[in-house]
């Protein structure tokens, strides 16, 4: 279909590609438990825009870039991990007053888009899902179409998918709003998650 191949696989991979938790994942969980469904849906559209950069490099042929300089990789890989634990201590250090996320200081869905943006670009393990991912599914001289099909696809299923996250992680929120010592831990554990991710990036192999 499209001019794709093994039509069933592609929809299956994006499909497992979400359903795996990553960094992405915390950061649009996150905002939503701190500044409600407005701020989860801007993390929800940075790493949809981060994974559109991707998916444009890919096309581009970012493989072949990254095949012929793998030390641009491995910076890359350190960049990102530093990211992902900075993020993680500033969750661990930040003060959790025993109030509801939604009576704190509100900021705006620009400020988790920025922050949900960068913690796509920086995640090469992103990167890497969409070099290796889109080849496999490529016919022989592929039209634009295909790769505009492609794409639309990725992000649609994507936008379902991390939109059900914010309106899940809001429920959740709102239920914890009268136990401060369970926002306390799940914000705790969100900075531990991130820093766990960044420590795998900083220490898997090339």
């Known amino acids: 279909m499209f001019d794709i191949q093994n039509y069933g696989s592609f929809l299956a991979a994006i499909l497992v ?3 795996i938790p990553g960094a992405g ?4 969980l996150n905002a939503t438990a701190r500044n409600g469904i407005g701020a989860g849906l801007g993390a929800v559209l940075g790493t949809l825009c981060g994974d559109l950069v991707y998916m444009l490099a890919a096309v581009a042929g970012l493989a072949a870039v990254m095949n012929a300089n793998p030390e641009l990789f491995r910076a890359m890989q350190w960049f990102g991990a530093g990211y992902l634990m900075w993020m993680g201590f500033q969750l661990l250090g930040r003060p959790v007053h025993d109030v509801p996320a939604w009576d704190e200081p509100q900021k705006s869905g620009w400020v988790y888009f920025r922050q949900a943006l960068a913690v796509s670009l920086t995640n090469p393990k992103v990167m890497l ?6 080849p496999l599914f490529l016919s022989p001289g592929a039209s634009h179409a295909t790769l505009i099909a492609m ?3 990725v992000t ?3 936008l379902l998918y991390q ?4 309106l899940l992680g809001n429920s959740v929120a709102k239920r914890l709003k009268t136990l401060p010592f369970a926002r306390k831990l799940a914000t705790r554990l969100a900075g531990v998650a991130l820093i766990g991710f960044g420590v795998k990036l900083a220490t898997g192999n090339r």
Do not use: E, K, N
């Open 17 to 19: 590609f979400q359903l």
């Open 25 to 28: 994942t915390i950061a649009i």
């Open 129 to 134: 899902f969409f070099v290796a991912f889109f």
């Open 151 to 153: 794409m639309v696809h």
């Open 156 to 158: 649609l299923i994507s």
């Open 163 to 166: 939109a059900g996250l914010v």
